[in-house]
């Protein structure tokens, strides 16, 4: 079945460092790839997704490059901030090609991030 | 606000014991879902809806009833609460399935079962 793979953590950075948080996938088909960001306390909110190979998603400055022929996602940002702090989730929704597997997200176990001034 | 909305926020229940997490969206979302999110797991689907009357299970669904009787409501029951359905859940729900769904996510319902 699918199942994404990422960092763990936690990642802890200065501001203004550079970030990258790694995202792997095995999936069958063409699957749809996200971020989601998760503030304390808070829900789950997109932060950028990628539709097919090559696609980039970008957002409040992260990117991420959809590479099939790697399996990857990861996610990058070149200066980050004290209000970056979070958890991030690699997820991926299936090809469509089996009836409602399309809706159903995968989710990553997740990579919390602490920015420190 | 447009958004989903879960109530209760926070929840203590004894072994045993039965509730309901209750979820509501007022997008017109045709999918809704409920995932549980505990510590190193990240997010597993429970059950999930793709429309009204149509309800089907994801990865942990044992322990867990589901109805979908309106578009906007999503209910999640617990029939026999036990100390491992002690958890953060959240609803979640999304327009267009096909291919590119984005998920809305409620805030939130912190259940804890002694």
């Known amino acids: 079945g699918d199942s994404v793979t990422q960092m763990e953590g936690p990642v802890t950075l200065s501001e203004e460092a550079f970030l990258t948080i790694n995202c792997t996938y095995t999936?069958?088909?063409?699957?749809?790839l996200f971020w989601y960001v998760q503030y304390p306390g808070e829900g789950l909110q997109l932060l950028l997704k990628?539709?097919?190979?090559?696609d980039k998603g970008s957002n409040k400055g992260f990117e991420a490059t959809y590479r099939k022929e790697t399996t990857s996602f990861h996610l990058e940002k070149g200066s980050v901030q004290v209000s970056d702090s979070a958890v991030y989730f690699c997820?991926?929704?299936?090809?469509?090609?089996?009836?409602?597997?399309?809706?159903?997200?995968?989710f990553g176990k997740g990579t919390l991030l602490t920015v420190n001034p | 606000n447009a958004g989903v909305t879960q109530t209760p926020k926070f929840q203590v229940l004894k072994t045993g014991q039965s509730m309901t997490l209750q979820c509501a969206q007022d997008m017109n979302h045709e999918y809704m879902s409920w995932y549980r999110q505990d510590p190193g797991m990240g997010l597993r689907l429970i059950h999930y809806s793709v429309g009204a009357g149509i309800t089907d299970q994801g990865e942990v669904p044992n322990g867990y009833n589901v109805s979908r009787s309106t578009t906007e409501d999503f209910p999640l029951r617990l029939l026999s609460a036990a100390p491992s359905q002690t958890s953060v859940y959240f609803c979640?729900?999304?327009?267009?399935?096909?291919?590119?769904?984005?998920?809305?996510f409620g805030a939130g319902s912190r259940l804890t079962v002694l």
């Open positions: 979640a729900s999304s327009y267009d399935g096909a291919g590119a769904n984005v998920l809305t």
């Open positions: 997820a991926l929704s299936g090809s469509g090609n089996s009836g409602g597997s399309n809706y159903k997200l995968t």
């Open positions: 990628a539709t097919k190979a090559d």
């Open positions: 999936a069958t088909g063409y699957p749809s």
